[in-house]
């Protein structure tokens, strides 16, 4: 009997229908000489310090270096005792995950086709010291002609030892950094916890940095002057490519050209451009575009990727690739025929040329561990908004990229009036191509370009019809306009903006041999940057506002303390990344790559441990419910420390964080100064004082 593991029960009953595996057991099914079972995803993690005996936050026991490391079951959150416990759900699954094991002749490993996939099953692996040989399924999507391939054409598992080892190597690096780095750093702030990671620290640099930028930034008023022209029965616009500081000077410049009147063509360019056409989705385009036409988070974008993909109707979306392989193309009119079946989709169809579509998509050297994201042949049914949106996006992708090259005719034309020089700028569609795809006529730039251009206003090309120009041509001024404008600051991050940066780390790097050096290497993965967001926000170092992402007083605080520091070097992480992905492709062995990790982390544990951080004054309160002990009083909470009372207060309440001062008023009158821009459920704003009741629980008062 031939054992498979899949990474949850949904792909598990899958896998076993197409198999005729049909007889349901109690964590798995079996039949036909299979007996198919499923993790729970990760049922595995690493051991924390106390699982080899070692205390937590004790600077003498810094840094930990497990040797070697232990893995353990999926632990929970317990209230009583308040520790960590393994999950229940965790142990019943890998005990019958090793009885399945145990009575196979092989496996099967149906684990996600990734990074992390290949780790959960491993780890499940070398955790039952399992010896049997195993094999893998790798599949680009779900459905039931990609599987029964799949079957058909399973690989040696050590064809993946590589990725394993990738995977492996990522896992304990990020243990090393921050179990070492957090410890440190707490240890360093008097025991208030301070969180720091491999790639998460990075990342809140990023943002601080910006954050900082923009906060810091000087705005300046200049001028420039605009001029309305006609000619040919066309009006249009030209701009003043000088920008003045002074009103004064401006505005004699404004009165000098009125009295000319005229303007005379110096130059004229006229260039004709291919815009080519945009390249499928991989994961973090996905959530860029995601994110800036529909507003959702990069995690939402994951999950709702994550379920077309299980519902069977896109590819895996995990990718990291735009491309796909030759041998897929052949697959590709078929698809569209199928999608043409959809009403929205039909007028996008209608434009495209069967028998001649782009080939640009297809390069067998650019596909990574799996190709650029696709629609499958599923007709897809009972979507929420957010699939349907997604789903859409990734099909419209599709048409586009299969569509013709967009030509434009763009113009610039620069004329004087005295010695100052204007610009007309125009921009005209010779030829649709991909652009009639979903009516995208405007001129902004390409799908696979990104504007993160802070520079100030200048006049962007337009769609519209310009007469001709010719050298010496003389223009009537029609009218005049002196407008004032702002120096712009540093944009905010958004998640589109971040997603770039992270994925682009070199533009961060200021050296130019070591930006070369790290092209196409970014900090995180496809698979892990939307997460990485979610625990900055988790932890409260950084919260959405708006569209944009900021960081909060504590995310502030953290990188004042730590923006000089190793952790923080993005040129670093980068570094460590690409060291990972030769691993995967066994161009370097992990034992040395492990090493250089070792040293680093024993550099940053020692430059944390060495800071020395104010501590804010904390006052001693007597609790109010037991008058025994004097109250704990940390970041998130306020608690009595004697085990018979345990009172405790939340210090957020309703989105604002109890300052010291409002604690103090609380234990010793009862009652706090009023709070405002507290926020209810509904969303709504309110000020309130906040009341200790005879029960010594806390409620609002209204003024």
Known sequence: MKAIIAEKPSVAREIAHILNANNKRDGYFEGNSYCVTWALGHLLSLGMPEDYGIRGFDKASLPIFPNPFILTPRKTKQTKPKNYQPDPSALKQLKIIKNVFSQSTSIIAATDAGREGELIFRYIYDYLQCKKPFERLWISSLTEKAIQEGFKNLRPGSDFDGLYEAAKARSEADWLVGINATQALSIAANNDVYSLGRVQTPTLALICKRFQENKDFKQKKYWQIHLQHRKDYLNFRSLSNQQWEDKKHAEQVLKAIEREGRATVEEVFINTIKEQSPLLFDLTELQKEANRKLGLSADEVLQTAQSLYEKKFITYPRTGSKYIPEDLWQEIPELVRILNQFDPFKPAIATLKFGNFNKRIVNDLKVTDHHGLLATAKIPSALTASEKAIYQMIVYRLLESLSEHCSKEVSHIIIKVHHYEFSIRGSKILHKGWRAIKGLLSDKASPNQDDNSNNNETLEPQLIELPEFKKGDELKISSTELQEKLSRPPKLYTEADLLSAMENARKQIENRDQQRALANIGIGTPATRASIIETLIIRNYIT??????????????????????KIANIQMTAEWEMALHQIETKEINSKQFFTDIKNYTSEITKELLSLHISREDIPELKCPKCQQ??????????????????WILFRVICGVQLSIDHITSLIKAGKTPIIKNMKSKNGKKFDAFIILKDDYTTSFEFP
Do not use: A
């Not at 506002?545 to 995310?555: A, D, H, Q, R, V």
């Not at 002990?629 to 345990?646: A, D, F, G, S």
């Open 544 to 565: 959405r506002k708006s569209k944009t992402l900021i960081p909060t007083n504590k995310g502030e605080k953290v990188y004042d303390l730590i923006k000089d520091q």
């Open 629 to 646: 002990r004097n109250l704990i009083i940390k970041e998130k909470i306020v608690k009595c420390p004697y085990e018979q009372c345990q």
